[in-house]
């Protein structure tokens, strides 16, 4: 009948296939991702993402999930030790998040990273502007599997982020981060321990 509104099943027919279509097309972009970064097994990106190098190698686990605009970059500071970025299996980074390796970021596995995101493990300019050369100093940046990063949070150089650790949105993290913390602020405090998955409490 003309002008006759599809029906539910229709509806969900149709929302389905989208969903279906979504997919396929993430694991596609996901695959085309192989040309810049080394995967060994199936990816999803959605929407575009910049990927910058120079002396540097990206490694990504498999079923990772890249949203758009997240930006990695593995870009070489010290003279002869390559920039090495590498991400574990099942993680997810969200929208606009930018990683700066210099020398070494390690993210774990079963880690979700929220949107606006920063980690970066060295300075992008001098420390004292008279000196001939940029101290970069990069130090490496850790974060363990099953780690939880809010939005709009900071990591910076040298910080180690204990396995199955929260960070708070918006925090800027300074220093190491004990496993199962809960931390936020700027700088990030502890604010309490988490407990510990097969552990009763007290």
């Known amino acids: 009948m003309a002008g006759q509104q599809p029906s539910r099943l229709a509806r969900l027919r149709q929302l389905r296939f989208k969903d279906i279509r979504r997919k396929i097309m993430g694991y596609m972009r996901g695959w085309?991702?192989?040309?810049?970064?080394?995967?060994?097994?199936?990816?999803?990106?959605?929407?575009?993402?910049?990927?910058?190098?120079?002396?540097?190698v990206i490694r990504i686990g498999p079923n990772c999930t890249l949203w758009p605009n997240v930006k990695l970059v593995a870009m070489s500071v010290l003279e002869g030790v390559p920039a090495v970025l590498t991400i574990g299996?099942?993680?997810?980074?969200?929208?606009?998040?930018?990683?700066h390796c210099g020398r070494e970021v390690k993210i774990g596995s079963n880690c979700g990273i929220s949107w606006d995101v920063v980690i970066v493990e060295h300075n992008y300019h001098a420390q004292d502007i008279s000196q001939e050369g940029p101290d970069l100093d990069p130090r490496s940046v850790i974060i363990e599997d099953y780690v939880w990063i809010g939005f709009r949070a900071i990591i910076l150089k040298g910080v180690h982020i204990g396995k199955g650790s929260i960070i708070g949105a918006g925090s800027v993290v300074t220093k190491d981060v004990p496993p199962?913390?809960?931390v936020a602020g700027n700088p990030?405090?502890?604010?309490r321990q988490l407990p510990i998955p097969g552990q009763q409490s007290a």
């Open 32 to 56: 085309w991702l192989r040309s810049q970064v080394e995967i060994n097994g199936p990816i999803k990106a959605i929407g575009k993402q910049i990927i910058s190098k120079k002396n540097g």
């Open 188 to 191: 990030a405090k502890v604010i």
């Open 180 to 182: 199962y913390s809960l």
């Open 89 to 99: 299996t099942n993680t997810n980074i969200g929208d606009r998040t930018e990683i």
